[in-house]
C-alpha cells in the first residue's frame, strides 16, 4: 500500500508540474500576442499621425506658394485646416498608446501649431514657411517611435 500511495504522490505531483508548466507557457504567450497587438496599433497610429502632419505641411506649402503666384490660396488652406482636425484626434490615440516618449509629439505639435499660424496669415508665402522646424521635429518623434517599439536604426525595414 505505501508503494501505491508513493506512486500516487509521483503521479500527482507531475500532473500538477505539467499543468503549472503549460499555464506560465499560455501566459506568456498571451502577453507576447497582446504586446504584438499593441505594438501593431502603435505603429498604425504613429504611420497616420505622422502621415497627417505631412499633409498639413503639404497643403501648408502649397498655400504658400499660391499667394507667391497670385494666386487664391483657399483650396489648400481647407485642406489644410481639415488635416488639422485629423490631426487633433490622432493626437489623442497617439497619447493613449505611446509611453513617455509622447513627448516628441508634444513638440511636433507646437511646431504644427506654428506653421498653421503662420500660413493662416494672408502675405505670408513660402518664405515664413520654410524656417519653422517642423521636420526636425518629426525626425526626433521618429527616433522616439523607433525606439518605442524597439526597431533600432540598423534594424533593416521594407
Known sequence: MATQIITLVGVLIGAL????????????KLRHLMATRWDE??????IEYVSCIKEIQRA??????ARDQGKDPSDALTEMEGNEKKRSILFETFVLLSDDRAAAAHAVNQRTWEL????????NGTAELR???????LNVLHEAARSDLTISSGTPTR
Open 131 to 137: 524656417p519653422i522646424p517642423l521636420v526636425e521635429a
Open 41 to 46: 496599433r502603435k505603429l498604425d497610429t504613429y
Open 116 to 123: 498653421l499660424r503662420t500660413a493662416r496669415v494672408p502675405s
Open 60 to 65: 501648408a506649402m502649397d498655400a504658400g506658394r
Open 17 to 28: 508540474t505539467s499543468y503549472f508548466a503549460t499555464a506560465m507557457a499560455e501566459r506568456t
